[in-house]
């Protein structure tokens, strides 16, 4: 004669046929968290994919089924198995644990790492077949951290900016098949690079990525990065927003040099001053501006100040003045243009040399 304990009904069987019943009610399985297995005191139900992972399920009314021999005075067989899953992914093997766990009984088991990123749900199903669902049970976490940034996010047009994208994997395994992807929108353009080959960010390292955008046309420009990867080939790991850094394309440094004479003429032997207006058109600033050594032709000739005027620097938009002291040498008309060079600001071209208009200097005897 047996007793199967099953489906919360005990139900006596004599020699396969019904000898009479009896029922007993069970309470229905409760089940109150889902946790790391080694975390004793606490409760530590977030985990990153790709691993396996030892869990414990905490809860009550945990009911194994028995199969009892009334021929056998050995204690009764445990009668099926305990049956569990995170999400779609089951925790194999799912066994009762003898001793509670901070007033809980204990289901443990283990758990593949092919989860998705995202909140899930688990569920328990008893020997007995009683089910208990706990929602937002386990958290499986993005172990993709990305910044951005321009080395410098305004360049004059021509220039290339540089762009640097900081990769970091908190998880405990490979980031594989890593892809960078980029778009852009705004009053500017940027020639973007050609998708790079994939690589991989190992476990719990940087890795930076250094990449290149021609600017072309000037304007405000967003550039929107995305990042994807996958863990152990199956689990795929994006940036739940894309990334957006702004940058300008400036206009190229642009100078402008108009000359002037403080006297149309002057005295053989006197001094005379040169003026000079240097104007930036661009949205570039231009640095260390120099007056060159202007030149001159005609049959009277000047001589300039051993001392020459100090560099400046010319802001976007901006108009900056240089005098420079001749002395005439000989008589005559003399036609000076003044000269000046430079470099762009940011990308470092060189400027010039620029001249300026045609002076006329009258020398008198």
């Known amino acids: 004669m047996k007793v199967f304990l099953q489906k919360s009904i005990v139900y006596l069987m004599t020699f396969g046929l019904p000898a009479g019943c009896a029922i007993e009610q069970v309470p229905a399985p409760s089940l109150s968290e889902v946790c790391l297995a080694q975390e004793r005191d606490g409760c530590i139900n977030a985990v990153y994919p790709g691993a396996v992972y030892d869990l414990a399920l905490l809860g009550e009314q945990f009911q194994p089924a028995f199969e009892i021999s009334l021929d056998n005075s050995e204690p009764p067989a445990t009668r099926g198995l305990f049956k569990g899953k995170i999400g779609d992914v089951v925790i194999s093997p799912l066994t009762l644990q003898p001793d509670l766990l901070r007033g809980y009984q204990v289901l443990h088991g283990q758990l593949a790492g092919n989860l998705p990123i995202g909140l899930h749900a688990a569920e328990i199903v008893t020997p007995a077949g009683q089910r208990s669902q706990l929602a937002d049970a386990l958290r499986v976490m993005n172990p993709l951290s990305v910044t951005s ?47 790079a080959d994939a690589f991989t960010v190992p476990a719990g390292q940087k890795v930076v990525q250094q990449i290149e955008l021609a600017a072309v046309s000037p304007g405000q420009v967003t550039i929107s990065l995305a990042v994807a990867g996958l863990v152990n080939q199956t689990v795929l790991v994006d940036l739940e927003q894309p990334l957006s850094i702004d940058a300008r394309v400036l206009t190229p440094t642009n100078l402008q040099v108009v000359a002037s004479l403080a006297q149309p003429s002057v005295r053989l032997g006197r001094f005379f001053e040169l003026i000079v207006d240097v104007t930036n058109l661009g949205q570039t600033p231009a640095r260390g501006v120099e007056l060159l050594v202007p030149t001159q032709s005609g049959p009277g000739t000047v001589d300039w100040d051993t001392i020459k005027p100090e560099a400046l620097d010319i802001p976007a938009d901006s108009t900056r003045r240089i005098r420079w002291e001749g002395r005439a040498t000989n008589t005559g008309n003399v036609e000076i243009s003044a000269r000046v060079s430079g470099m762009e600001a940011v990308s470092g071209r060189l400027l010039g040399p620029i001249g300026s208009n045609l002076l006329v200097l009258q020398i008198l005897p």
Do not use: H, W
Request: hydrophobic fraction near 35%.
């Open 149 to 195: 940034r321009f080395q410098k996010p305004q360049v004059p047009a021509g220039y290339l900016f540089i762009l640097y994208v900081d990769l970091e994997n908190l998880g405990p395994q490979d980031l594989q098949d890593v892809s960078i992807t980029l778009s852009q929108q705004g009053s500017g353009f940027c020639e973007l690079p050609q998708p």
